[in-house]
Nanobody
């Protein structure tokens, strides 16, 4: 069992930046690929970014490419999402997830955090 806890969400103006963190329990963190997903009210949960077990491969949704950066520090059992040039459309609850299968599919992830709210004002 893996426990994930997100932090770093908040309120920011358009054009600003936030860095989300996801802390994982256990010594097996490095065996999982990690992903970030988001869900706005009334909308489906959507893929944002993912990173492979070693951090050697990253994946991004087209909507965030060039603005967001995912990274991980396996020594700290933590994955990060640096979000720059934020837009009101980025407003959502952001979820961290751990899995071992296809990186962009929500159904491929086995463990999920509780989410952290990101609100971007215009």
């Amino acid at each position: 069992q893996v426990q994930l806890v997100e932090s770093g969400g908040g309120l920011v103006q358009a054009g600003g930046s936030l860095r989300l963190s996801c802390a994982a329990s256990g010594r097996t963190f490095s065996t999982y690929g990690m992903g970030w997903f988001r869900q706005a009210p009334g909308k489906e949960r959507e893929f944002v970014a993912a990173i492979s077990r070693s951090g050697g491969s990253t994946y991004y949704a087209d909507s965030v490419k060039g603005r967001f950066t995912i990274s991980r520090d396996n020594a700290k059992n933590t994955v990060y999402l640096q979000m720059n040039s934020l837009k009101p459309e980025d407003t959502a609850v952001y979820y961290c997830a751990a899995g071992t299968r296809w990186p962009t599919r929500a159904t491929s992830y086995d463990y999920w955090g509780q989410g952290t709210q990101v609100t971007v004002s215009s």
